[in-house]
């Protein structure tokens, strides 16, 4: 990620955003998602739980070989390095535990575990839940179960393997998808495949959640294919996350709001 295109990118949003804090939001099912969901202040009880492991695993100087194979790229890290540059802030992490909560899925499906944190968030919001997670290295496999452990989430079945070898397998014996968020190879030809792998287990009452759509030309490349897709119905664009929604008693359309 370049830096500096990242903030350029950043500023441009906060700038064009128009729709911001639900003005001009005129389908009541996203103004509701938008006033009820993602302007939540409120501060449920597992935040507190979640922050303090994510602070032990940002403070904890394990080492281990990390396989990325979203880069080709095995190296020696910590887990703490981890921590810090790959999970998603505490402000997106809870915000998937209210869209969760709020979807009231029966079958989440996660793609890119890390650490296990923006899962946990999940798993915890809906105990219910089947929640599946691809993860491809197996060291951070490792470590993300133990932090479920930690937690006492049960709910959760981790899936060690190559995204691009696993998900197709996974998806043809799986049921419907209610709730997805992708947090994989962030490159426009991996999310477009991972999407349409996704779609035909996609029904109206679906959410789906792609991470990093203004990582890079390249994300936001895909991002821009993606909503447009026809099963697609309305779609948020929150700057770290792009949100899509395929209800179609919804209004077709396609916001950008400051988060």
Known sequence: MNRLNYLIRYLRHILTARHSFGFGVHSPAIYSFVKYVLYEKNSFYVYSEIEKLRRELENDQQKFYLTDFGTGVDRETTIGKVARRSLNNSKYSQLLYRMVRAARPDTILELGTSLG?????????RPSAQCYTFEGCPQVAKIAAGNFDKLSIKNIEIIQDNIDNSLALFLEKSPALDFVFIDANHTSKALNHYFELIIPKITEKSVVVIDDI??????WKAWEQIRKHPQVVSSLNIFGFGILFFN???????????F
Do not use: G, P, V
Request: no cysteine.
């Open 214 to 219: 203004n990582w890079s030309n390249d994300m």
């Open 117 to 125: 944190i923006s899962t946990a968030y999940m798993a915890k919001a």
């Open 248 to 258: 179609t008693e919804q209004n077709k359309m396609h916001y950008k709001l400051i």
